[in-house]
């Protein structure tokens, strides 16, 4: 048995594909089209051909500018979000010029407050909120 596989490359020279060209007319012996199309489906035959894309429906409202900057932040973030809520965060980024990674460094920083805040309020009172 031969341990390696013939290259294609080998013999070049005595490659002559000069006799290959496309069909001048179509071979009468073919079947039609549709015809080999119900014997693969009748046979399960799962097709290779893309099939056509569907129309996605186009986010609401005007697409949004590019946002680059160079600010130190390297770490990406990617999560999902409700198109209300990433409506939200782009207005306050918008109004008031902050770039997307500042408009969450400040979130961060006011949730943090706010749960500080209520840690304060049940060691004080005793009570948990809920």
Do not use: C
């Not at 000069?18 to 693969?40: L, N, T």
């Not at 902050?98 to 005793?126: F, N, P, Y």
Request: hydrophobic fraction near 35%; charge should be positive; glycine fraction near 4%.
């Amino acid at each position: 048995m031969v341990k390696e596989r013939a290259s294609i490359f080998d013999d070049v020279a005595e490659l002559d594909v000069s006799g290959f060209e496309p069909k001048s007319i179509p071979d009468k012996f073919a079947p039609a089209k549709e015809e080999v199309r119900a014997v693969a489906e009748a046979a399960n035959f799962r097709s290779r051909e893309a099939k056509p894309l569907k129309a996605t429906k186009p986010a609401e409202g005007p697409p949004r500018l590019q946002r680059r900057y160079r600010t130190g932040r390297n770490i990406e973030l990617n999560l999902k979000a409700s198109r209300e809520t990433l409506d939200v965060f782009y207005a306050i980024s918008d109004a008031n010029g902050w770039v997307l990674g500042e408009t969450l460094e400040r979130a961060v920083e006011a949730l943090q407050k706010e749960l500080d805040k209520d840690k304060r309020a049940h060691s004080i009172t005793g009570k948990q909120n809920s």
